[in-house]
C-alpha cells in the first residue's frame, strides 16, 4: 500500500494516529488544572511507567488541552547533567513576557521577570548552566537570597500570581523528571507545597520512570500526599486493538481480526511497538485486509527498527560492565530478578555488583519495584540483549 499514506507514527514522543486507552488519565490532569485556576486544591500529577508507553505524547497532549483552555504553560524535559534552574529559568522568562503583554498582568508580571532576574543573578555560582537574559533590574530581596528552596517559591509564586491576575493558572509541564537530582527535587516539592497553603494558582504536571515516587519520597517524605502518582502500563486489549484499526479504517482498510490479535500478541500493548508494527504492517501488506501473513512479514522489519533505534540508542550509552550485568538479568528473562540471582549468574558477589546497579538506576535502564529485586524499565530488553549478545562470550567481556 501506498506508504505515504501511512497514518502510524513510531518516533520518540511522536502522537499517533489514535490516542487510544488514555481518556481518563487526560480528564484527570483537566480536573487538577482546572480546580487550581479556580483556587481549589487539587493535587499535582506525576505520570509513571516503562519506556514506550506513551508518558511523553501524553504531557504534550495535556499541555495542549491546557493552553486550550486558557492556561500559561511551560514545557521542559529533564536531561541528565542539566540543573533544574537552568532548565526553569528560560521557560519561566517566556511565560512572564507573555503575560506582560497583557494588561491585567502586566506589574506583576514584570515583578516575576524582576524575581527571575535575582533568581539567575544569586544562584549562577552554584548552578554554572543557568543562564538567562533579563533587561529588568533584580528587585531587593525577591527570590535573591542564593538559597534554591527559598528562591524557587518565590519566584514561583510571582509567576503564578502573574497568572492569576490574568484569571489563569501557571502550569508546568516537566518530562524524564526522574534526572533532577533529588535536592533539587526537594527544593522543588518544597516551592509547590508552599505555593499550595497559599493558594498559589501553580501545578505540576510532569512524568518519569517507575523510580520516580520512591525519588520524590526521598526528597520530601510528604510528596506522597501532594503527588498522584498513576502508573501508566501498556493498553489493554480494546484499546491496543484501536491503536491499530482505526487509524487504518479511516483511509478505507481493514485488518483481518487474526492479524491484529497477532500485532497484540507481538507488542503485549506497548504503545510504541504498536506503532511499529502498525508501520511495518501497512508497507508490506499488497491491500486491504491486512493479513495475518502481512503482519508475519512485517515483524522482522518491526524488530530490525526496534534493535537499530529504540534499544540501540539505550544499549550505546552502557559501559561494558553494565552491559554485561544487562546481559545476566537477560539470560534470567523479562524480570524483575532478585539482584542476588543476578551475581550469580555473573559469579559475583552481590556486594561487588552494587555500584553497577546503582549506576544503571541512574541512566534510567533499570529500577528496583521492591527491596533487593531489579527490573528493566525498557519492554522487552530482555530479548532485545539476548539477540545482540546471544551464547555465552558476554559472560568474559
Known sequence: MDPIANPYAPGAGAPPPELAGRDALIEQVRIATARIRAGRQAKSVLLVGLRGVGKTVLLDRMRQDAEAAGMETIRIEAPEGRSL????????????????????????????????????????????DLEVGIDLDPEPGLADNGDLESDLLALLEAAARAAQADGTALVLFIDELQYVPEEQLASLVTALHRCAQQQVPVVLVGAGLPSLP??????????????????????????????????????????????TEAILQATEGYPYFLQEWGKHAWDVAK????????????????????????????????????????????????????????????????????????QLIDKGMVWSPNHGDTAFTVPMFDAYLRRILPGEDWREG
Not at 502586566?106 to 539567575?120: C, E, I, M, N, P
Not at 520530601?220 to 491496543?240: C, M, N
Not at 524480570?335 to 553497577?356: F, W, Y
Open 85 to 128: 534552574p537552568a532548565m526553569l529559568a528560560p521557560q519561566l522568562r517566556l511565560a512572564l513576557l507573555r503575560l506582560s503583554r497583557r494588561d491585567k498582568a502586566k506589574d506583576l508580571a514584570s515583578r516575576g521577570l524582576r524575581a527571575l532576574a535575582g533568581f539567575a543573578k544569586s544562584l549562577k555560582l552554584k548552578y554554572a
Open 214 to 259: 520512591g525519588q520524590m519520597g526521598r526528597a520530601k517524605s510528604y510528596a506522597e500526599r501532594l503527588f498522584a502518582f498513576p502508573f501508566i502500563g501498556p493498553l489493554d486489549a480494546t484499546a491496543a486493538r484501536d491503536a491499530i484499526e482505526v487509524p487504518a479504517a479511516a483511509l478505507g482498510v481493514r485488518f483481518e481480526p487474526a492479524a
Open 287 to 358: 491491500g486491504s485486509p491486512i493479513t495475518v501473513a502481512d503482519v508475519e512479514l512485517a515483524a522482522r522489519e518491526a524488530v530490525a527498527a526496534l534493535d537499530e533505534s529504540f534499544f540501540r540508542v539505550r544499549f550505546d550509552r552502557l559501559t561494558l560492565a553494565e552491559k554485561r550485568y544487562l546481559r545476566a538479568m537477560a539470560a534470567l528473562g523479562p524480570g524483575p530478578h532478585r539482584s542476588g540471582d543476578i551475581a550469580d549468574t555473573l559469579g559475583r558477589k552481590v556486594t561487588a555488583m552494587g555500584p553497577i546497579r546503582a
